[in-house]
């Protein structure tokens, strides 16, 4: 079996204030991790990914990720947060022929 | 290069009816992957196809239903429909099969569909 844990649904931050967005995950084989944005009244779009090597992945908009086996998690970090990054983040995980989503964290950036 | 594209944006069904969206994936793009997004339940897949077959398969009722052109295009069709199918479908293409994979997939805007 294969989940996806993102334990918050809502996380508010002042603007310029650092985040971290939490995502948790269980599989029985290898996984590949991804985190994927969603502004409002658009699609998803891919922020970065962890397929093998350096357990810290930077992706585009100054957001970086750090995979820990031993945990099982793939949290998400943003040292200074923008109004522009109000948007809902969803955590991924893609297995052996399954793909999951977990439930998605709303990003509240407040002036 | 143009990105994902799902026609209508928005729709309008009364139950019982069946409705059929369809998805234009990125140009060179062979995979077509399809999920419901509700409040109450997050993403969920539905469906992804390949090359025209279906290559992997959420759990759905048999009501959900889709297929793939020969140009990679998409459509899912939904029958008989139920107020609970209310949702934003979405649809996203790779260039290989993203169910599994290590393939970014695309996501086109979305298809807002409202059950009455």
């Known amino acids: 079996a294969q989940s996806v844990t993102q334990l918050d649904s809502q996380v508010p931050v002042f603007e310029e204030a650092p985040v971290e967005l939490r995502c948790n995950y269980s599989s029985s084989v290898s996984v590949y991790l991804f985190w994927y944005v969603q502004y409002p009244n658009q699609g998803l779009q891919l922020l970065l990914k962890?397929?093998?090597?350096?357990?810290l992945v930077k992706g585009i908009n100054g957001f970086e990720a750090e995979f820990n086996k031993s945990q099982t998690s793939f949290h998400l970090r943003k040292p200074s947060v923008h109004i522009s990054d109000t948007a809902e983040y969803f955590c991924?995980?893609?297995?052996?022929?399954?793909?999951?989503f977990g439930t998605g964290t709303k990003l509240q950036v407040i002036p | 290069k143009a990105g994902v594209t799902q026609t209508p944006r928005y729709l309008i069904k009364t139950r019982g009816q069946q409705v059929t969206l369809s998805c234009s994936p990125i140009s060179g793009h062979r995979s077509v992957s399809w999920y419901q997004q509700t409040p109450g339940q997050g993403l969920q897949f539905l469906f992804e196809?390949?090359?025209?077959?279906?290559?992997n398969k959420g759990n759905f009722p048999g009501r959900f239903s889709g297929r793939q052109f020969s140009n990679s295009r998409s459509e899912m069709n939904v029958s008989t429909l139920e107020l609970g199918d209310s949702a934003l479908y979405l649809c996203?293409?790779?260039?290989?099969?993203?169910?599994?994979?290590?393939?970014?997939?695309?996501f086109g805007p979305g298809t807002r569909l409202t059950v009455l």
């Open positions: 196809y390949f090359s025209e077959t279906q290559r």
């Open positions: 996203a293409s790779s260039f290989t099969i993203s169910s599994g994979g290590t393939d970014t997939q695309y």
């Open positions: 962890y397929l093998s090597g350096s357990t």
């Open positions: 991924a995980v893609t297995g052996y022929q399954k793909v999951t």
